[in-house]
């Protein structure tokens, strides 16, 4: 195997065809296409090119640059000269025209029809204004060529947009059926909805806020025990959770006059003698209202 590889290397170094290894580029990062040569149309809207091109001198492409007026077609012809002693049988050079998207609307390359004939036409009809790029490069590694690119325009009226409405417009899935006669069943009555009609009342005036009012320091209580005396009915006041009665406090027992001065007090209870009867305490259902 090594022999073979050897003796491939000693071919090519005694004169062999040297096969380009690169891309044909002189830069992988170059973008040409942004150095179009532009092509201006004279008078009779035509325009030429001429152009040489060597895949192994790193001379693989050129691009063009064609601006169109207005709406019409476009007519390309691009003519190819080999070298007189071509070392390629399967030339061939190829051309891309790409609109203003830099999208590529028509091209003669191998895979087309006309591959390997040296004189190419393109037409492209129903253009609209716009920058036009065309691409020419070489397709082989051993390929070189001459070309000469002529372009005609020719204006025509802007293409006609035909809508087709409405034959794009689905059509609508099928509707319920509806009985040609009233399917009401017979006795069928109508429920009655009451309306309901609400009223909006004035709102009265705001008061104006004035003092606040100080807090109350009168206390609820319970009498919880009674007991008969000689100056009356001695009574015991519960305060539950209210506490801070002190002697000297007024008590007014419900359904009995007057009101009472407690003895004592501690803090769940205070004490008074009351000028009534227990009967006549006991009526009152017997709450206490404590002030000072």
């Not at 591959?115 to 253009?127: A, F, M, Q, S």
């Not at 003895?263 to 769940?268: E, V």
Request: glycine share 10%.
């Amino acid at each position: 195997m090594r022999r073979i590889v050897l003796a491939l290397v000693l071919f090519g170094a005694c004169g062999g065809t040297q096969i380009p290894v690169h891309s044909g580029y002189k830069s992988e990062k170059a973008k040409p296409w942004t150095k179009a040569k532009t092509l201006n149309f004279d008078e009779k809207m035509e325009a030429k090119a001429e152009g040489d091109l060597h895949y192994g001198e790193m001379r693989r492409a050129k691009w063009y640059a064609l601006d169109i007026p207005g709406n019409g077609e476009l007519a390309l012809k691009l003519e190819a000269t080999p070298p007189g002693e071509a070392t390629n049988e399967d030339f061939d050079l190829a051309i891309e025209i790409l609109d203003p998207g830099f999208r590529v609307i028509s091209k003669a390359d191998m895979e087309e029809e006309d591959v390997g004939e040296l004189n190419k036409t393109r037409t492209l009809y129903d253009l609209a204004p716009g920058r036009y790029l065309v691409h020419i490069y070489l397709q082989g590694r051993l390929d070189s060529a001459d070309f000469v690119l002529r372009a005609a325009f020719k204006r025509t009226a802007a293409a006609e947009v035909k809508s087709d409405f409405p034959a794009p417009v689905p059509f609508l899935s099928a509707l319920p059926m509806v009985p040609l006669n009233d399917d009401t069943p017979a006795g069928y009555q109508k429920k009655s909805v009451a309306v309901v009609t609400i009223k909006k009342k004035n709102r009265p005036a705001t008061p104006k806020e004035g003092p606040a009012p100080p807090p109350s320091t009168s206390k609820s209580a319970r009498i919880i025990g009674l007991s008969v005396t000689g100056g009356g009915t001695q009574i015991t006041v519960g305060l539950g959770t209210d506490q801070g009665a002190a002697p000297g406090w007024k008590a007014k027992i419900a359904g009995v006059q007057g009101s009472f001065p407690v003895a004592s007090c501690n803090a769940r209870t205070c004490t008074a003698v009351v000028s009534a009867t227990p009967d006549q305490i006991k009526a009152g259902g017997g709450n206490v209202t404590l002030s000072p």
